[in-house]
C-alpha cells in the first residue's frame, strides 16, 4: 500500500510517523494525484499540534502537508478542466495530505502546471505564495508607498517582498540576523527581529510606514503595530486575532485555481523566486518539517517523490 506520513494524535514531534494506506478516492470536486513534490508549511506542525482544532477540524488520523504537485490519476465528480496525465499544483483536500505517494487536491484550489516549470517548484506555490500574492493585492500599494513585511524571511514574507518591489513599493524586512542575506536579496531593507524593532524602522523611516503585512502573529505583531498611522493598513497571514485587535484584519484568500496559475506562470516565466533551499525525500518528512518548525529555514523546504 502507498506510505504516508502523518500522526494519530495531537502533540509534539513525537506523535508523527510513517503508514501504509490505501490509495483515496477522489470525491466529487477533487482529484487523486501520484505526488511528485510536496511543500512544507508551518500550518502543518501547528496543526500537528492541536493548535488550529477548533479552526481546522480533521478526523484523526491525519496526513500531513497542505500543498502538492503530481499527475491526476483520476478525477471525481463535477470536475471540469482536468483530465488523468494532467500535471497538476493544488491544495490538499481536508480529508487527505501531501506527505504522501498519493493524495486528494481540490480541483477548485488546483491548477495545471506550467510545462517548463518543475515540479519541486509548483509544490511551494498553493500555500504561501498564492497566500501572499492575495495579501499584497489586498493591500493594494501604491508605487512609492513603504511596506514592512514581518518575518520577511519565511515562505509567504519571501514572495510577499518580490511582488511588493517588483510594483516600486519600499520594503522593509524583519528577521533573523541568518536571514540577512536572503532577505537583502530581496530588494528588502532587513530589520533584525531582536531588540525593538520599531525603533529600528524609525531610525530608517522616521513617520514609520504605510502598511504591515505580517507572517509571524503574537507579539511580533504588537511590536510593530505602531509603525502605521492607519491600523486598518495592518494584514497578518498568521494572526487574523491578533491583527483584529490591533485595527487591521486577516489576509483574504482566494482560493481559486486561477490565482494559483497566475503565481505559477510569474515563477515559470522568472519573474518570482520561490527560494526552495531545502529538498527531502519523503523518507526524510520528519526532518524537513522540523526545520520548518524551529523557524531556521531560509526559503521554502519541499519533499520530493
Known amino acids: 500500500m502507498p506510505k504516508v506520513y502523518g500522526f494519530s494524535e495531537y502533540g509534539g514531534p513525537d506523535v508523527q510517523e510513517f503508514r501504509d494506506e490505501p490509495t ?8 487523486l494525484v501520484a505526488v511528485r513534490a510536496a511543500g512544507v508549511n508551518p500550518v502543518d506542525w501547528k496543526l500537528r499540534s492541536g493548535r488550529l482544532a477548533e479552526w481546522m477540524p480533521r478526523e484523526l488520523p491525519v496526513v500531513l502537508g497542505s500543498e502538492a504537485s503530481g499527475v491526476v490519476e483520476e478525477v471525481g465528480r463535477d470536475v471540469e478542466g482536468f483530465a488523468v496525465g494532467d500535471e497538476v499544483l493544488g491544495v490538499t483536500a481536508p480529508t487527505s495530505g501531501g506527505y504522501a505517494e498519493y493524495a486528494l487536491l481540490t480541483a477548485a484550489g488546483s491548477a495545471k502546471k506550467p510545462v517548463h516549470l518543475p515540479f519541486v517548484d509548483a509544490a511551494a506555490l498553493p500555500v504561501a505564495a498564492a497566500t501572499a500574492y492575495d ?3 489586498q493591500l493594494a500599494l501604491e508605487p512609492g508607498s513603504t511596506l ?26 524583519t528577521g533573523g540576523d541568518g536571514k540577512r542575506e536572503l532577505v537583502e536579496s530581496l530588494g528588502a531593507t532587513f530589520v533584525d527581529y531582536r531588540g525593538d524593532v520599531a ?3 524609525r531610525q530608517i523611516l522616521p513617520d514609520g510606514v504605510d502598511a504591515v503585512l505580517d507572517a509571524v502573529g503574537g507579539d511580533a ?7 502605521v498611522k492607519d491600523r486598518s493598513r495592518i ?16 489576509v483574504v484568500r482566494d482560493g481559486s485555481g486561477a490565482v494559483l496559475s497566475e503565481v505559477a506562470w510569474l515563477v515559470a516565466d522568472g519573474k518570482l523566486d520561490m527560494h ?4 527531502r525525500p519523503l523518507d526524510e518528512a520528519g526532518q524537513a518539517l522540523s526545520g520548518v518548525e524551529s523557524g531556521h529555514s531560509r526559503g521554502k523546504v519541499v519533499l520530493e517523490l
Open 24 to 31: 483515496p478516492a477522489p470525491g466529487p470536486g477533487e482529484l
Open 135 to 137: 495579501a499584497i493585492r
Open 148 to 173: 514592512l513585511v514581518n518575518g520577511a524571511g519565511g515562505g509567504v514574507g519571501v514572495v510577499a517582498a518580490q511582488l511588493a518591489r517588483d510594483a516600486g513599493v519600499n520594503v522593509v524586512g
Open 199 to 201: 525603533a529600528q524602522v
Open 221 to 227: 505583531l504588537r511590536a510593530v503595530a505602531t509603525l
Open 235 to 250: 494584514v497578518s497571514t498568521a494572526d487574523q486575532r491578533t491583527a483584529e485587535e490591533l485595527g487591521g484584519t486577516g
Open 276 to 279: 526552495v533551499v531545502d529538498v
